[in-house]
């Protein structure tokens, strides 16, 4: 597609069951990033992923938190045992600097998956 | 850790007129992007200041990076209601990720 995209838009979930977010990034971006939006925190950052490489989880909130990217491309997101503090809007962004990012490249971000936590 | 505070945090006014949001911080950035969010969709980039005093213009839109790379500000000249959104501004990136504002909520009024 032209733009990154992600999947489900929204998840309502039971607190204790695990969710799987996913993030289908501009083809040949090289870089994704996972975001988290919520109404007290705004926009917070989680986790980066540069082609194939292993990422830094210290931005990850807990230890519940993963993340993967299969062949360079998609990503998954999943929260285990999600509580309701997890309700939140997981935004997935890409950019396209082949030789690693820089601060001026431009992330382009998926419309979101809404996910809430009953 | 680097922080961003956007004023205000909220802003209604009448179509025509102008506006005025600040993103301000302790910290030192090597650039500021500002981005626009409308409900249900991700943050589109508007614009990115690089240059310290730096001023760049999108149509009615006007940007400026403060001299010393702490601060910034947008400007809305004659606001329209297709303006009304999440204004957020943004600083860092690369393998950290962007750190944002908690952004302004603009309502421009018919």
């Known amino acids: 597609g032209a733009g990154v995209s992600q999947s489900p838009s929204n998840k309502v979930t039971e607190k204790g069951k695990d969710v799987e977010l996913r993030c289908d990034p501009i083809?040949?971006?090289?870089?994704l990033y996972w975001y988290r939006q919520s109404l007290g925190q705004g926009l917070e950052f989680l986790i980066y992923?540069?082609?194939?490489?292993?990422?830094?989880k210290s931005g990850l909130p807990s230890d519940r938190f993963s993340a993967e990217r299969t062949g360079g491309s998609v990503s998954t997101l999943t929260i285990q045992r999600t509580q309701q503090e997890d309700s939140a809007v997981y935004l997935c962004?890409?950019?396209?600097?082949?030789?690693?990012?820089?601060?001026?490249?431009?992330?382009?971000f998926g419309p979101g998956t809404r996910l809430t936590v009953l | 850790t680097q922080l961003l505070e956007q004023s205000p945090q909220f802003l209604s006014i009448q179509e025509g007129e102008n506006l005025t949001v600040y993103c301000n911080s302790s910290?030192?950035?090597?650039?500021l992007q500002w981005y626009r969010q409308e409900p249900g969709e991700g943050p589109v980039l508007l614009v990115t200041?690089?240059?310290?005093?730096e001023v760049k213009k999108l149509k009615r839109l006007t940007f400026q990076f403060g001299d010393a790379r702490k601060d910034s500000s947008l400007h809305i000249t004659a606001a329209q209601p297709g303006d009304t959104g999440l204004y957020l501004c943004?600083?860092?990136?690369?393998?950290?990720?962007?750190?944002f504002g908690k952004g302004t909520h603009l309502i421009i009024q018919p």
């Open positions: 962004a890409s950019s396209g600097r082949l030789r690693g990012p820089s601060s001026t490249d431009t992330q382009y």
């Open positions: 083809s040949g971006h090289t870089a």
């Open positions: 992923f540069q082609g194939n490489s292993a990422p830094d």
């Open positions: 910290s030192v950035f090597s650039s």
């Open positions: 200041v690089v240059t310290g005093g």
């Open positions: 943004a600083g860092g990136g690369g393998a950290d990720g962007l750190t």
